[in-house]
């Protein structure tokens, strides 16, 4: 069964640092999601593509994080500098058209020190 | 923007019972509204769906109810077994877009 691929899976920085995630969807899934998950809470949308154009990312906070998905493939996640806040889950999910399920990747789970 | 609110944060049942967890959205546009579930340290998985043309749909032991006036939608598990323990998301989208998702419950299932 196709899942989504994410790497890493863990990952420890320093605060003021350059982190990046990457995500690979299901093939064929046009649509793609990030997702940063605080624990206890439920996932927040942070950036949504439809192919290599993004969407939504209205909750983007766009003064660090960047997200790119250049061939509507896989996709990238980056965090510069990154901030002690910024220590959360970051999950990636992608659908083979808007409107239908979602599946997730596993997440990276960010530390930030 | 869209308010999903869920209730309760947990829920304790013995195996065999039900479980009943219930959500509010606030934005009459929302037209979707999906289940998850979370298994610690995993990735969370859809358990059921349900959209706005419909007020109900099962799926064996797990159901998903939807009013769509009073904007709020409940998910029904019964019969729980110990496996039905973790924590559900529930979720409010327009046509796929913009996912707001609750807060979670988390569901323990006594043996």
């Known amino acids: 069964e196709a899942e989504v691929a994410q790497s890493p899976r863990y990952k420890i920085t320093e605060k003021s640092q350059a982190v990046a995630f990457w995500c690979d969807p299901i093939?064929?899934?046009?649509?793609l999601y990030w997702y940063r998950q605080i624990l206890g809470q439920g996932p927040e949308l942070l950036v949504q593509?439809?192919?290599?154009?993004?969407?939504?990312d209205s909750q983007l906070p766009k003064d660090r994080f960047s997200a790119e998905r250049l061939k509507g493939v896989d996709s990238t996640l980056k965090i510069q500098p990154a901030e002690l806040g910024d220590s959360a889950m970051y999950l990636c999910a992608s659908s083979l058209v808007v409107g239908y399920e979602q599946y997730f990747g596993p997440g990276t789970r960010l530390t930030v020190t | 923007g869209e308010n999903v609110e869920q209730h309760p944060s947990t829920l304790s049942v013995q195996e065999g019972d039900s479980a009943v967890i219930k959500c509010t959205y606030s934005?009459?546009?929302?037209?979707?509204f999906p289940w998850y579930k979370q298994e610690l340290g995993k990735r969370p998985q859809l358990i059921i769906d349900i959209r706005s043309n419909v007020g109900e749909k099962k799926d064996q032991r797990i159901a998903v109810t939807l009013n769509k006036t009073a904007k709020h939608f409940s998910l029904h598990i019964t019969e729980t077994q110990p496996e039905d323990s973790a924590v559900y998301f529930c979720?409010?989208?327009?046509?796929?877009?913009?996912?707001?998702f609750g807060t979670g419950t988390s569901l323990t299932v006594i043996p």
């Open positions: 593509f439809q192919d290599e154009s993004v969407v939504d």
């Open positions: 934005d009459s546009a929302s037209n979707y």
């Open positions: 093939s064929g899934h046009a649509t």
């Open positions: 979720a409010a989208s327009q046509y796929g877009n913009q996912f707001y």
